[in-house]
């Protein structure tokens, strides 16, 4: 049985790491506030007696020994990274979650088979630097460790300069701590389960996502003197394709989503024609087939809107997440565990990418989700209550023993 | 017979003051670079002998006195602050074409009857402090200076702060130091001189100008697992009032301009359905009854946007320039000067704001327009050549002088 007590002063207390006076987060990955929450779990984890290494790519992994040393370790764990105006659930309750579970077992002396390993991933937001999960995507060799290094914020601060900033470069090459499956617990960040008043997601996969980013190039002029007909609008063009961007996503159905979250104008003045827009573009859906016609769909937006408008058009894919499948032996594992504590609950497909998407590449996986009110996340006011918190934490436990028994 | 190479020379010197790799001069209003060239001109028109008076918000007056004290000072000038990506020419040419005034009339010992007066304005552009032409406007006492202390830019500085900060907050109230007529040498910053193939614009007036501001607030939230039908999108909402401006522009024939130059999203992360975007509006037409229906359109589109998308909303009229007619006498001197120098000519009504358009409600006033490369301005590339800006300077310095003989 987990203290949901201790759990839930774990989050508050963690929460002031980064707080906002909303009353979310703001801990942008490899910032100093992360620093920060980074060493109080080193330290927490210390203070158990397990051994905290950490990667090339900050990943963090701290290890209690099982009964057996020939076997893998079971990792659990998720991100404690958040959005510039995030919440103080979302990855964090994954992380705290797994501390949760180690001083359980830690308090009543159990001994698992396998040891186990709490993870905190690096960058799971990829709001900083972009793409998302991009530390257990070089853990599972999705990425090499150049390319995550060279990734840049929106201020021109590389990955590697932030890393070595704070001093979380590990000496463990990302992908030489092995572990033998994972299970990530995390808040739904949609709605399905509050509207249908389940308590648990037996996360059955995670669906497909692919970002982009758009730089649209026209004149700068003077908004007062330039007669319409004579200007090339980077910004007239930009908003066209947030318009086909929304309409593309509801063409595909209601397990489409489109959306800009990011746009710079330059110059941003107001007396000036903008010369220069840069966009983001995210589309998902549980289906790689539908994405595929949903992106033939965007690029010919994208030429057309820069043929209107006379202007110059650069577009990326920058990333690319196919829908997962999660390991059935884990799900089962998790199945079980919600039915031992009685909890409702049912299959879910993770709308959000998570780390999970890129350990099951390497390692069995599954995810574990609780409900979030209102289905917000992403947004300061992000809220799970203490007994559903609680409840996550105890199928993570029974899922981790299940799994290590069989 | 002005100095061309002279007036050029000192073009080209100024404009390393904020000089950009592009060509183009950044140098806002009342930042460090501002203060350099404020400091540039102080020591040159001292050099020529003038007292040089700043007013308590930064414009600065150049006295060169006449024959007789008992006549108001002619005004001449501009502004010498650009926009982030600004020309060389915007404004400067005003300034530095009537300090090569003043220096033609030192070097052959011209005596004027009424005292000359070079003045420099203080944030012409707008772009860093909203309004636009602020520095004329307290002085010809449209705004008050308290109101001009408190605009703020981007980044939460007030005029007040800045001014302050590089020392340009003078000692005399802005209106106090009068004079009795004012011309202004501009660049046209738009196609029609070029076109024609005219070197010459007499500017009739300025057409009317309206600056709005819109808050649109709708609920972050996770771009992945949020289901289209229950976001409140602040960007999809503004990029479908974008639209709407551009149409409501079109709309009115080839005189309406409308134009989204400035534009900020929060959070601003590639990941989060975007809960807050601030944008400005720039709405101008010759006339204010065309104008006043324009407004309608935009306020109603403003309304059903935040109604469509289920945005909270708060929308301002920040600033209106209305219609502006010159004075048919500074006009008529300015027709008689450059029919002097046997250059082409043509009536020409400004659609770029002006200090002169603030001017004009407490002197005498008109504007001289020569003609920029392609219309284009608030552009790194704008240019104007050589013999252009000498020849604007000499129909400046003829119609000063034949309105003082007058
Ligand atoms: N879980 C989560 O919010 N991940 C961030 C990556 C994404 O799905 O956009
Ligand atoms: N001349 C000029 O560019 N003025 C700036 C004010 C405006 O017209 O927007």
Redesign the pocket.
């Known amino acids: 049985q987990i203290n949901a007590q201790r759990l839930w002063d774990s989050l508050m207390e963690t929460a002031k790491i980064g707080g906002t006076p909303k009353g979310g987060v703001s801990r942008l990955t490899l910032t100093d506030t992360d620093r920060q929450v980074r060493d109080w779990l080193k330290s927490e984890c210390e203070s158990l007696g397990c051994t905290v290494t950490v990667d090339d790519v900050g990943n963090m992994f701290a290890v209690r020994p099982g009964r057996r040393s020939d076997l893998p370790p079971i990792a659990i764990g998720s991100h404690l990274d958040t959005q510039p105006t995030g919440g103080k659930f979302d990855g964090i309750l994954g992380v705290l979650g797994g501390l949760e579970v180690l001083k359980t077992l830690q308090g009543t002396g159990y001994e698992t088979n396998a040891p186990l390993m709490l993870v905190n991933w690096t960058n799971e937001e990829g709001s900083r630097f972009a793409p998302a999960m991009l530390g257990s995507g070089v853990y599972a060799g999705v990425f090499d460790r150049t390319y995550a290094d060279s990734r840049e914020d929106r201020q021109g601060v590389t990955f590697g300069e932030a890393i070595e900033a704070i001093g979380y470069r590990g000496d463990a090459k990302a992908g030489s701590i092995k572990f033998g499956a994972m299970f990530e617990l995390h808040i739904e960040q949609g709605p399905i389960l509050e509207q249908e008043g389940k308590v648990i997601g037996i996360v059955q996969g995670v669906q497909g996502m692919r970002w982009y980013e758009v730089n649209l190039t026209g004149r700068e002029a003077?908004?007062?003197?330039t007669p319409m007909h004579l200007r090339r609008d980077a910004l007239v063009g930009a908003a066209r394709l947030l318009d086909r961007i929304e309409a593309i996503a509801l063409e595909h159905g209601p397990s489409a989503v489109g959306s800009v979250g990011l746009i710079e104008v330059q110059p941003n003045s107001?007396?000036v024609v903008p010369g220069h827009v840069f966009f983001t573009v995210d589309f998902r859906h549980p289906e790689d087939a539908v994405l595929d016609l949903m992106e033939q769909k965007f690029f010919a937006a994208v030429e057309e809107a820069a043929r209107k408008g006379d202007l110059g058009v650069e577009r990326r894919k920058i990333w690319e997440s196919p829908a997962v499948k999660f390991d059935a032996g884990c799900i089962a594992a998790v199945r079980r565990a919600a039915e031992a504590t009685g909890c409702t609950a049912r299959d879910i497909i993770s709308g959000a990418g998570h780390d999970a998407a890129y350990t099951a590449r390497v390692a069995p996986t599954t995810m574990i989700f609780v409900p979030c009110v209102g289905g917000l996340s992403h947004n300061e006011e992000e809220s799970t209550s203490f007994e559903e918190c609680a409840a996550g934490v105890q199928v993570l436990l029974g899922a981790v023993l299940d799994y290590d028994r069989h």
Chains 1, 2 share one sequence.
């Open positions: 003077h908004t007062g003197s107001r007396n």
